[in-house]
Each structure stands twice: as C-alpha cells, then as structure tokens.
T-cell receptor
Framework: SAVISQKPSRDICQRGTSLTIQCQVD?????MFWYRQQPGQSLTLIAT?????????ESGFVIDKFPISRPNLTFSTLTVSNMSPEDSSIYLC????????????FGPGTRLTVL | GDSVTQMEGPVTLSEEAFLTINCTYTATGYPSLFWYVQYPGEGLQLLLK?????DKGSNKGFEATYRKETTSFHLEKGSVQVSDSAVYFC???????????FGTGTQLKVEL
C-alpha cells in the first residue's frame, strides 16, 4: 500500500490569507486527488491533480480558489486562497494507481481553521 | 449521477453486539464498492471492497456483500469491540473510473 503524508497536519489562519498544503506519496502513483471534509460532513472531491497539466475541478470548485500543482508522480500541493471561515475543513489528499489498481489511499488530512 | 445512501447515525452498541450499517447506491453499470473507516483523530482507511456482483469483501471481522439486485453493500460484524468505534463511509467508483463518491458516513460508538 502507499504511504501518504501531508503537511501541515493542522493550522489556524486569518481570514483573507492563503495556505498551501503539501502531499507526499512514498511511491509513484498514477493519480492524486484532493478532498474536503467539512465539519460533520462526508468527503467531497475538489479536484484531480494531473501531473504536468492543469488540475480537473469538480462542480463548485474553481482554480482561482483552490490552485493545485503536481510537478511529479509523488507530490502535489493544494492552496486554499483568500480564506473565509467557511473554508474551515479537513483537506485530504489521496493517491491511486500504484501497485494495486482501483484502490485509493488517503493521507491523514490537514485540519484547517479560519478565524 | 452516482450516489450513495447510508443509514444515519450515530449508532450505539454494547460490546459483542451484532452490527449492520446499511448502504445502498445508485450508479450506472457495475461500480466498485468500498467501505472506509475513520478512527478518531485519524485519516481515512480502506476497510474492505468488492468489485463485482456477489463478491464479498472482508477484513478485521467486517464483511459486506455486493448485491446487484438490491443495489446494496451493507456492512456487518458479528461481535463489535470498543476499538471499532469510528465513522464508517460507504463509497463507490464507476466501473473504469477513479472518482470516489462517498455516503454521508455513519458514526459507530461501542460501549462496554
């Protein structure tokens, strides 16, 4: 299985600022994804991080608010821009397509609180 | 579009009780089905999966059978332990796809 780490694990930020979350996988994977889990809610896919090209965003999420990078097959970043208290969530990175097809592994998440 | 419906929680059981968490889905074709678990303060972990009709996924005493005729994937365990207290998510991916669609999650609390 893939081991995924995220940094930071948690942060408290001020309204109007931006935070970049890093996701590192211990092996090369085909696909990487970013999810949001709002308090007491299920997980919602934000976007698919594409290596070497622009991310593919789900309905309701836009690049200006959630820019994503994926410079190689093991690393991705998600930036939460111009934050408001409504952005307070857990942000999770996941990866798929290593040794086991059709199984996604998740990182531990980044707990973000916006004041 | 695809969707997953789970029974609402929280579910509170005594240790050694039988557990069922219902999950039904709506999807075209033959999706792959998953149960993920989120222990307190931890990330999401894959618990079990099934990729075709009548498959049974199992892990750590938990089981779920892919029922195409009832579009269901109910999670069961014969005897729960306090350590099973967590939030359980049912999810699917469309056949050949990668996007996970999650249910709302069911919180399980097991008491002594």
């Amino acid at each position: 299985s893939a081991v995924i780490s995220q940094k930071p694990s948690r942060d408290i930020c001020q309204r109007g600022t931006s935070l970049t979350i890093q996701c590192q996988v211990d092996s090369q994977v085909t696909m990487m994804f970013w999810y949001r889990q709002q308090p007491g809610q299920s997980l919602t896919l934000i976007a698919t991080a594409n290596q070497g090209s622009e991310a593919t965003y789900e309905s309701g999420f836009v690049i200006d608010k959630f820019p994503i990078s994926r410079p190689n097959l093991t690393f991705s970043t998600l930036t939460v821009s111009n934050m408001s208290p409504e952005d307070s969530s857990i942000y999770l990175c996941s990866a798929q397509g290593g040794l086991v097809y059709n199984e996604q592994f998740f990182g531990p998440g980044t707990r973000l609180t916006v004041l | 579009g695809d969707s997953v419906t789970q029974m609402e929680g929280p579910v509170t059981l005594s240790e050694e009780a039988f557990l069922t968490i219902n999950c039904t889905y709506t999807a075209t074709g033959y999706p792959s089905l998953f149960w993920y678990v989120q222990y307190p303060g931890e990330g999401l972990q894959l618990l079990l999966k099934a990729t075709k009709a009548d498959d049974k996924g199992s892990n750590k005493g938990f089981e779920a059978t892919y029922r195409k005729e009832t579009t269901s994937f109910h999670l069961e365990k014969g005897s729960v332990q306090v350590s099973d207290s967590a939030v359980y998510f049912c999810a699917l991916t469309a056949r050949g796809g990668n996007k996970l669609t999650f249910g709302t999650g069911t919180q399980l609390k097991v008491e002594l």
